[in-house]
């Protein structure tokens, strides 16, 4: 009986284990960028036999059952749309990921902290139009001064950014694995050079 149980899904260690879905909203839009929209393969089947969700694409490999043999999505699509958040949530990562990454006074791409443009001490708040990203040395520099008095200029002005702004800047970013099979539905919308 318990050998039953163990074997419930066979399955091949090494093929099944890194074979992540890709997750589209209800109008084959990814639901985010960056982090790119992807279940475990485990839930993206689960969806699929709840009916939650419909197959568009699958890997090569299979999960089989003792009931059942099936092939693992790769690409699924929502049945239900999920609307997009209105407002873009004032975190650390949406920070980062608004400055792409960079200290918005050199450029650097690492040691990365945040910075008041106009310090608390002489009344900066901390808000969208008030932070940015910041190398530790550049954030050293400036320390508690302004603009004026540390010497150092912003790259870009601080705003608030719109939530296709944020998808925008999260397509720079692609995750180090892209399976085939999404490349028609991860850059579709994006506009054409001319």
């Known amino acids: 009986m318990e050998a039953d149980f163990r074997n419930e899904f066979v399955r091949h260690p090494t093929s099944t284990k ?3 879905a890709l997750v589209l909203n209800a109008d084959y839009r990814p639901l985010s960028y960056y982090p790119l929209s992807l279940w475990c393969w485990q839930d993206a089947v689960k969806a699929a036999f709840m009916e939650r969700v419909d197959i568009v694409a699958e890997y090569d490999d299979y ?18 749309y999920v609307r997009p958040q209105k407002k ?10 608004r400055d792409e990454f960079s200290c918005q006074y050199c450029g650097s791409k690492g040691d990365l902290t945040f910075d008041h443009v106009v310090p ?17 040395p550049c954030n050293l520099k400036k320390g508690s001064k302004t603009l004026q008095n540390s010497g150092l200029h912003l790259r870009r002005k601080p705003v608030r950014p719109e939530p296709h702004q944020m998808m925008n800047v999260g397509r ?3 995750p180090n694995y892209l399976h085939e099979s999404w490349m028609d539905f991860l850059y579709w919308d994006a506009e054409l050079d001319a």
């Open 63 to 80: 999960v089989n059952s003792p009931s059942i043999s099936i092939k693992i999505p790769s690409v699924v699509v929502l049945k239900d």
């Open 120 to 136: 608390r001490s002489h009344g900066g708040t901390t808000n969208w139009a008030n932070v940015v990203a910041a190398c530790s």
């Open 172 to 174: 720079k970013f692609p």
């Open 88 to 97: 873009v949530a004032f975190t650390r990562f949406n920070l980062f990921l």
């Open 18 to 20: 890194n074979n992540p």
